[in-house]
């Protein structure tokens, strides 16, 4: 019904940048979230920022001030800048979509900030 790609990820220095992508197709409904998650190696999934239809954004404490989440309701795409990376922000992030009472997710990118 719906259908979320990401793309984006790749190896980074720490302090370097990505922006990651999230294509959305299928059944969208007028009224959603959609957002970001992430999960490192032997921890659980967290959620990184979301952003509404309504505009209304969050973010994790832990990228504050670092990323940025923005979507472009003409492409259905989000994004997610990232800035000032750091080794703890490695782990494979996922696109999220809820709407009503179902969630969706993409396949995942990963995201490794190495020297």
């Known amino acids: 019904q719906v259908q979320l790609v990401e793309s984006g990820g790749g190896l980074v220095q720490p302090g370097g940048s990505l922006r990651l992508s999230c294509a959305a197709s299928?059944?969208?409904?007028?009224?959603?979230?959609m957002g970001w998650y992430r999960q490192a190696p032997g921890k659980q999934r967290e959620l990184v920022a979301t952003?509404?239809?309504?505009?209304?954004?969050n973010y994790a404490d832990s990228v504050k001030g670092r990323f940025t989440v923005s979507r472009d309701s003409v492409k259905k795409t989000v994004y997610l800048q990232m800035n000032s990376l750091k080794p703890e922000d490695t782990a494979v992030y996922y696109c999220?979509?809820?709407?009503?009472?179902?969630?969706?997710w993409g396949q995942g990118t990963q995201v490794t900030v190495s020297s």
């Open positions: 952003i509404s239809s309504d505009g209304r954004i």
């Open positions: 999220n979509l809820q709407q009503a009472i179902l969630a969706y």
């Open positions: 299928g059944s969208i409904l007028r009224i959603h979230v």
